[in-house]
């Protein structure tokens, strides 16, 4: 189970992981916390689908859903949406307050209730999501994470979220680390090797860049035969994503031979582990449970 926080997510951080998987025979279930109602248009040669408009709330809401059933057939896998909305991403010197009922401002066992619940009936052994700070301070993101971990502690309490389902206790908890500064500069390396002009550019040695904590990866999930898949689930979300934008400006040959892996850090495992020497990485989120689940 993937849990991320808005349409789109789910392409930029893991989809190549998550085809893999889902190409091996793993049961992929997507979960969506929001409709994304409040992401703006981010490829200017988008066209609003016909029969559809995207000035409202509806609107938006619909063309995203649509978008998102593109992606998940792309990555081939399920989705569920658990019905909350939207919160934006606020900007201003000092921050304007969160529109009154979205996500990020729900209490948290009510924006649990609804994914213990999916927990409870999908049975996941596996469960990714986005670190502690959401991987970047967007309030939803942040939200995401909460009700993530709380769902993978909660779920396998009978006392807790009553009437969501029978307990079911997932094994591994993940958080995604889409874009670490590990692999932005062996790209960026890369691409000034081969002579050509790094999207990165000065981005790797700002200040900014040099003050990012960097959380530990534990594992790397060989995925370079599913980037097509993750490409084709990116281009699925046309409002948000440009074709010739950021996400496709390396080489995919380049990429195959720098970074052909999904990153992740391992939060918790309730199964045994063998021991990695320094320098040495998981390579299966199901490492640990393949030999404590029947196939």
């Known amino acids: 189970m993937a849990v991320h926080a808005h349409p789109d997510d789910e392409s930029s951080k893991g989809a190549a992981t998550t085809a893999r998987y889902a190409a091996e025979g793993v049961e992929v279930l997507v979960v969506t916390c929001t409709g994304g109602e409040r992401g703006d248009i981010l490829n200017p040669s988008f066209e609003v689908p016909e029969g559809h408009e995207f000035e409202s709330t509806e609107g938006r809401r619909a063309v995203r859903r649509l978008e998102m059933a593109g992606a998940a057939e792309a990555m081939g896998v399920r989705q ?3 019905g909350f909305v939207d919160s934006g991403l606020p900007e201003g010197d000092p921050l304007p307050p969160l529109p009154e009922g979205c996500f990020a401002l729900v209490p948290l066992e009510e924006a649990a209730a609804p994914l213990v619940q999916a927990v409870r009936e999908f049975r996941p052994h596996v469960i990714t999501t986005y670190d ?3 991987g970047y301070p967007h309030p939803d993101h942040i939200k995401c994470h909460e009700v993530s971990f709380e769902a993978f502690h909660a779920a396998g309490d009978p006392e807790r979220y009553p009437g969501t389902g029978e307990p079911w206790e997932p094994l591994k908890l993940y958080y995604n680390h889409g874009f ?3 692999r932005i500069r062996a ?6 090797g081969a002579g050509l002009e790094s999207p990165f550019g000065d981005w ?3 200040r900014d860049a040099r003050e990012i904590p960097e959380r530990q990866v534990t594992t790397l999930v060989p995925v370079a035969d599913f980037f097509p898949q993750r490409d084709a689930a990116l281009t699925a979300h046309a409002s948000q994503i440009d074709p010739k934008g950021f996400f496709f400006a390396v080489p995919r040959d380049l990429e195959v031979d720098v970074w052909p892996w999904d990153e992740y850090e391992l939060a918790e495992s ?3 582990l ?3 020497a320094d320098g040495e990485y998981e390579q299966d989120l199901f ?9």
């Open 80 to 82: 569920q949406w658990l």
């Open 132 to 134: 502690p700070s959401g």
């Open 180 to 182: 670490s500064m590990k």
């Open 187 to 192: 790209v960026h390396e890369a691409m000034e």
């Open 204 to 206: 790797v040695e700002s």
């Open 270 to 272: 309730r199964v045994p």
């Open 274 to 276: 063998p021991e990695h």
């Open 287 to 295: 490492e640990g449970v393949r030999s404590e689940v029947p196939a």
